[in-house]
């Protein structure tokens, strides 16, 4: 029984195989016996790439003209080259008399839509239509001998610039280092030696490069990028790039040539601020495949050109075109404009960016500058640094270790981080406490010498400060003297809870509301708690475990220039002047602060004496923050602080510095950052 039923459904089978088969045949003689039918088969093989098809759809006289395989590869070029796809075609009208179809593509390809009329000429071979293939079936302009080409519209990247125009990051020059091979002696090896020495390669890195299967005897090859010479430049790096050029032109076969390149004009003086761009690594290519990037295309690597990247990269565009055998344009098929980058106009003021980095350039510092009155940041300078376009034209493995190695850490980005502020941070612990309605500016807290302890359950713990001075121990004479004690008394007095409360509505403890990102400043490295009155005391004077971000600081004084409110940073020229805490000083608090810090300047005994400016008011504060293990510590190391602006400059003159330095014990304190400072301060602030 089982087998009856298996013989029927196998007939069945067999019946509906041939049915099927049947159906085709009449399809197939449908399409072959209509001229419309065979020309629409022959274009949908397009997009199925099935090349082989297309050739049977021709007549013998295209064929014996166009082998197949030439077929194939002519046709499969063009057509995934330009990325053909969703290919349609209207017939109007048909000749048969003429053996012609008249029709209209359209497809979609790489650089956009195509579109074009054409003809075909289609006849009877052997009781079946044939097309008789020319060229001008692919295109209507394509000829024998023409080729179908994707040129690629380069995008430039957007520059950046400075507020007055000038190029901190864009295109320019840079020295391209090539070896004809022709010209080389007859026996190179100790030239290659001298140029591998030179360039901080291997010999066989250039003969890598010397052994390419397009390389000639004639023809030049790219061996290294270098920095252009910098003439104007007396640096220790940009001598040796000098002389490095100059004995390789001197080896035979040595040409030196000008290479458009993304170039840094201010150098190590902004490299912390702008970055640099490199080559897009795989994995930065994988996530941004569909965002107009390539193998071949430069990413922000660090700074703003990393914070930009978004904006400053520029979209390829793209141009498919027909060129005749002797290589001039017959056509353009399509094209997609390409879309430059964005550029970027900032507030910075490149000379002040330069003079302050040129001014700290043999020290470890950070200095934050800005109008307090607008929130415009002009500087952010860290020393020392390294060279942006030594990035772009690639470091060598000598200069990489320098770099890595160097104890002062170039690499470093010190403006973005935190540090113990010291005594600068007095002008705002006074004027917190004034605000709070905790601290009486013009009471005498009593002068406790040069040494004092609350009581002695501090043990052995004491707080100095280093000047003495007669008069009463009120806000104005322990900011002109940089009193420690009376400080710490004063935080003492405002207590734990107040000081905390404080700090935290002046935005400790919060990110700082700019495009860079900063570290936070802070308190307490406990949570938010002040542990212990030496804490609290500490902490009033600006150390304990209180750490500031300069930028922040400088938010901070700027409450003093408009009536207590701290500005918002902003860093790009198109942003208009924003509050970042309104009411953050009391006018009482702001007139105390500013009429003391104008005396911090001017009086002969004041810790910023030292910059006085004559027909030049100023206001600030020194600071000298004492790094170490315990108040007995001797081997610990200082930072020097500097916190200066032009009180009564107008609104677009306005100028504030915040200024850190390392390593200034032995040196002078914060009056070491003080006399560097003068300089800059009689340039921009006059």
Not at 412 to 421: D, G, K, M
Not at 477 to 482: K, V
Not at 618 to 633: C, P, R, V, W
Request: aromatic letters at 8%; hydrophobic letters at 35%.
């Amino acid at each position: 029984m089982n087998g009856i039923k298996t013989h029927r459904i196998l007939i069945a089978a067999i019946g509906i195989a041939l049915a099927a088969a049947a159906v085709l045949l009449i399809y197939k003689f449908a399409v072959v016996k209509s001229p419309e039918r065979v020309l629409t088969q022959y274009m949908s093989y397009i997009e199925q790439k099935d090349y082989e098809a297309m050739y049977d759809l021709l007549d013998e006289e295209s064929k014996h003209t166009v082998g197949k395989e030439d077929f194939i590869t002519r046709n499969q070029n063009i057509y995934e080259g330009i990325e053909a796809e969703n290919i349609k075609i209207t017939i109007s009208k048909t000749k048969k008399k003429k053996d012609t179809v008249t029709y209209r593509t359209v497809m979609d390809s790489s650089a956009g839509e195509i579109r074009f009329p054409n003809v075909a000429e289609i006849h009877k071979e052997s009781g079946r239509y044939r097309i008789a293939w020319k060229d001008s079936l692919i295109f209507p302009q394509l000829g024998e001998s023409d080729k179908v080409k994707v040129l690629t519209l380069k995008a430039d990247r957007g520059n950046i610039y400075d507020r007055n125009g000038t190029l901190l990051a864009g295109k320019g020059k840079i020295a391209a280092v090539g070896l004809i091979p022709g010209k080389m002696r007859e026996d190179p090896k100790e030239d290659l030696e001298r140029m591998a020495e030179l360039l901080d390669m291997s010999v066989s890195d250039i003969q890598k490069k010397l052994d390419a299967k397009w390389v000639k005897d004639d023809l030049l090859v790219p061996i290294k990028k270098l920095k252009k010479v910098n003439e104007k430049s007396s640096s220790t790096v940009d001598l040796e790039n000098a002389e490095i050029q100059k004995q390789l032109v001197d080896i035979p076969g040595v040409i030196i040539g000008d290479e458009d390149s993304r170039i840094y004009p201010l150098g190590e003086q902004a490299a912390h601020l702008i970055g640099y761009v490199q080559g897009i690594s795989a994995e930065e290519l994988e996530s941004r495949k569909d965002k107009g990037y390539d193998q071949y295309s430069v990413i922000g690597k660090s700074g703003l050109e990393k914070l930009y990247e978004q904006r400053l990269h520029g979209t390829d565009g793209e141009k498919i075109v027909i060129y005749s055998g002797k290589g001039y344009e017959k056509a353009v098929l399509a094209q997609k404009d390409k879309q430059d980058g964005e550029d970027i106009h900032l507030t910075i003021d490149a000379d002040l960016q330069s003079a302050l980095y040129d001014a700290y350039k043999e020290d470890k510092s950070c200095t934050a500058a800005m109008n307090p009155k607008t929130g415009e940041v002009l500087a952010l300078v860290s020393t020392p640094a390294y060279d942006s376009n030594d990035f772009v034209v690639g470091l060598s493995d000598k200069r990489w270790k320098q770099l890595n190695e160097d104890k002062n850490t170039p690499m470093y980005n010190r403006f973005r981080q935190t540090w113990c502020p010291g005594s600068s941070l007095k002008p705002i612990i006074g004027a917190a406490g004034i605000t709070a309605g905790a601290l009486d500016p013009d009471q005498d807290m009593g002068r406790s010498g040069l040494k004092w302890q609350k009581d002695s359950s501090w043990g052995g713990y004491y707080v100095t400060t280093l000047h003495e001075y007669s008069g009463t121990a009120n806000l104005e004479n322990a900011l002109i003297y940089s009193d420690n004690i009376y400080f710490a008394k004063a935080a003492l007095k405002m207590g734990a809870d107040t000081l905390a409360e404080q700090l935290e509505r002046l935005g400790f403890g919060e990110e700082l509301p700019f495009a860079v990102a900063m570290s936070q400043s802070q308190y307490s490295s406990e949570g938010k708690a002040i542990t212990s009155q030496i804490q609290l005391a500490d902490s009033g004077y600006g150390q304990g475990q209180v750490l500031v971000n300069p930028l922040h600081l400088a938010c901070l004084y700027s409450a003093f220039q408009n009536s207590g409110d701290m500005v918002e940073p902003h860093l790009e020229t198109s942003e208009k002047t924003k509050w970042w805490i309104k009411d953050a000083f009391s006018d009482e608090a702001v007139k105390k602060v500013s009429s003391a810090l104008k005396q911090v300047i001017r009086d002969p005994d004041g810790t910023g004496h030292g910059a006085r400016l004559s027909g030049t008011v100023l206001a600030g504060k020194t600071g000298t923050a004492e790094i170490k293990a315990s108040q007995t510590d001797t081997s610990g190391t200082e930072l020097g602080w500097f916190c200066v602006y032009n009180p009564e400059a107008g609104k677009k003159d306005s100028l504030l510095l915040v200024t850190m330095v390392e390593d200034v014990k032995d040196r002078g304190g914060s009056s070491y950052v003080v006399k560097k400072d003068r300089p800059v301060l009689e340039k921009f602030m006059r």
